[in-house]
């Protein structure tokens, strides 16, 4: 079984210009233009597809919480550096404005949903690991959503049963 990333959508810049929000994200982020796809190589690390080109997003360091195993997540880091306070997706779970793509499809799918018009940015994750999953199991928390997609998937029919 493999842990995959599972990356962000998102379908407006919340009023900004890409301009802007590139200014924006450098409060938390250490930006860099990219020649080509970014596909993470290691936590705190994001790429992100804007317009048509791809950028290199590093968190900066005294971001990362320490000492909490859910903040200290990729998709925690993210959401509370950059969706929440930048593009105002403070709930990912009932926003309509954020869609998830499975590591399975690629950054190419990324790359099509943006370039289609659907979406006005994108950003690949790193793989959450599992001594990630384990520390926030350890501490009794609850992993946030969408954090991680899992292959292969099982099929339904393996573990379901009609009960009478």
């Known amino acids: 079984m493999l842990i995959l990333d599972y990356n962000r959508v998102v379908k407006d810049l919340n009023g ?5 929000f590139l200014a924006k ?4 982020f250490a930006v860099a233009p990219a020649d080509s796809a970014v596909k993470p190589a290691r936590a705190g690390e994001f790429g992100m597809y804007l317009a048509g080109r791809w950028y290199r997003l590093g968190i900066k360091p005294e ?3 320490g000492d909490d195993p859910v ?3 990729d998709v925690s880091l993210l959401q509370d550096n950059l969706l929440a306070p930048i593009l105002g997706i403070g709930d990912p779970r ?6 998830f793509v499975g590591g399975i499809r690629g950054l190419k799918e990324l790359e099509r949903r943006v370039d289609s018009g659907e979406m006005a940015v994108a ?3 790193f793989p959450t690991s599992i001594h990630d999953m384990m520390a926030v199991a350890d501490a009794g928390l609850v992993m946030p959503p969408k ?3 899992f292959e292969p998937k099982l099929a339904d029919g393996l573990v379901s049963h009609v009960l009478e």
């Open 147 to 149: 954090s991680t997609w």
């Open 16 to 20: 900004l210009a890409p301009e802007a």
């Open 63 to 65: 971001l990362v919480p």
């Open 25 to 28: 994200l450098r409060a938390a």
């Open 123 to 125: 950003f690949a994750l």
């Open 94 to 99: 009932r926003d309509k404005r954020i869609d």
């Open 71 to 73: 903040r200290r997540l």
